[in-house]
Nanobody, 130 residues
Framework: QVRLVESGGGLVQAGGSLRLSCTAS????????MGWFRQAPGKEREGVAC????????YYSDSVKGRFTISRDNAKNTLYLQMNSLKPDDTAMYYC???????????????????????WGQGTQVTVSS
C-alpha cells in the first residue's frame, strides 16, 4: 500500500520560510518522479514543482520559480520543498504526489496533468500572514 505523508506546514509571516517534507512508503521511491501541488480554498489544484527520480531534472511553476526549491533524498524516501520569500498568495494545502514515470521531459508549459500522478498524500496546510 503506497503511503505519502506530508509534514512541515504551519503559519509564517510574509517573507518567511518553511520546508515541507513528504515521506513515502509502500513503493520503491527512486522508481518515481515526484511532485508538489497546492490548493487554496475556492481555487483549483495547482502544480508547484516536480523532480525526476534522481533529482537531475526539475520544473517549477512560474508562481514559485526562484523562491521554492524541490529536492529529494532517496536514501530516506523523502521529498522536500524549501519555500522562501513566502507571500500570502502561497497560502494553501500542499500535497505531494508520485508520478507514474521515473523521468519525464518537462516542457516550458508543463501542466502537471493529474493523470501523471496516481499516488497522493493527505496534505499539509501552509498559511502565510501579511
Amino acid at each position: 500500500q503506497v503511503r505519502l505523508v506530508e509534514s512541515g506546514g504551519g503559519l509564517v509571516q510574509a517573507g518567511g520560510s518553511l520546508r515541507l517534507s513528504c515521506t513515502a512508503s509502500g513503493l520503491t521511491f527512486d522508481d518515481y518522479a515526484m511532485g508538489w501541488f497546492r490548493q487554496a480554498p475556492g481555487k483549483e489544484r495547482e502544480g508547484v514543482a516536480c523532480i525526476s527520480w534522481n533529482g537531475g531534472n526539475t520544473y517549477y511553476s512560474d508562481s514559485v520559480k526562484g523562491r521554492f526549491t524541490i529536492s529529494r533524498d532517496n536514501a530516506k524516501n523523502t521529498l522536500y520543498l524549501q519555500m522562501n520569500s513566502l507571500k500570502p498568495d502561497d497560502t494553501a494545502m500542499y500535497y505531494c504526489a508520485a508520478d507514474r514515470a521515473k523521468w519525464r521531459y518537462y516542457s516550458d508549459n508543463y501542466s502537471f496533468p493529474p493523470a501523471d500522478f496516481p499516488y497522493w498524500g493527505q496534505g499539509t496546510q501552509v498559511t502565510v500572514s501579511s
